[in-house]
């Protein structure tokens, strides 16, 4: 069973053009949850999906950030017009449950990084 | 606001002795800790857990402390090895409105050293 899967592990993007980060859930979750790690801190929590929904999309920017669970396919988290500030390690999560005792798989991350 | 804090950016230790690394909370809504530890350009994998009806939870060479009237946490590892070399992350479900255990807060993180 494989895990979390993300991509592109590394992705380098210039000023003002758009970044793609993908996430492939673990087989059989359908809980997807996107992190968002800065330099020298811990994982920030950015949205939490489910098939086709966003639930709970309180720690993302309120501009250029977005992101999508479609029916098929991964999820996908969009940020357009990119700046330097959004350098960063995109994690993503999945679970298979959200009650108490849920574990969060994570993903290897997605390091991007703005020039 | 940071409700989950790891005051200790580092710590190190000889193969063999105990680590402890420390973790303060700040909302007295959290009922469940998790530890997750994360190894460069890795993602963060869970480690151990508590839940506030607790005061301990043992797994292996892993131990959870959990002191809810003083909002702290504790992570001990004995004996300490090489291999537990990594950074070592608190988090916290904050699941306020009811969406879901998996989202998390974390805190800071604290870089263990194992030392042989």
């Known amino acids: 069973n494989a895990g979390v899967m993300q991509n592109p592990r590394h992705l380098v993007r210039r000023r003002g053009q758009e970044a793609r980060l993908r996430c492939s859930p673990m087989?059989?979750?359908?809980?997807v949850y996107w992190y968002r790690q800065l330099p020298e801190e811990g994982l920030k929590f950015m949205v939490y999906?489910?098939?086709?929904?966003?639930?709970?999309e309180s720690g993302m920017p309120k501009e250029r950030f977005s992101a999508e669970f479609p029916k098929e396919g991964p999820s996908i988290l969009r940020i357009q017009q990119v700046v330097r500030g959004d350098s960063a390690a995109y994690f993503c999560?999945?679970?298979?449950?959200?009650?108490?005792?849920?574990?969060?798989?994570f993903g290897q991350g997605t390091r991007l990084t703005v020039v | 606001d940071q409700q989950v804090k790891q005051n200790s950016p580092s710590l190190s230790v000889q193969e063999g002795r105990i680590s402890i690394l420390n973790c303060d909370y700040t909302?007295?809504?959290?009922?469940?800790f998790l530890w997750y530890k994360k190894y460069p350009a890795e993602g963060p994998t869970f480690l151990i857990s508590?839940?506030?009806?607790?005061d301990k939870n043992e797994d292996g060479r892993f131990t959870v402390f959990l002191n809810k009237s003083a909002k702290h946490l504790s992570l001990h590892i004995v004996p300490s090895q090489p291999g537990d070399s990594a950074v070592y992350f608190c988090?916290?479900?904050?699941?306020?409105?009811?969406?879901?255990?998996?989202?998390?807060?974390f805190g800071q993180g604290t870089i263990l050293t194992v030392h042989p």
């Open positions: 999560a999945s679970s298979l449950t959200s009650g108490e005792g849920t574990e969060a798989f």
């Open positions: 087989k059989g979750h359908s809980h």
């Open positions: 999906l489910q098939k086709e929904n966003i639930i709970d």
């Open positions: 909302n007295s809504m959290f009922d469940y």
């Open positions: 508590i839940s506030s009806i607790k």
């Open positions: 988090a916290a479900p904050s699941n306020a409105g009811g969406t879901s255990y998996g989202k998390l807060t």
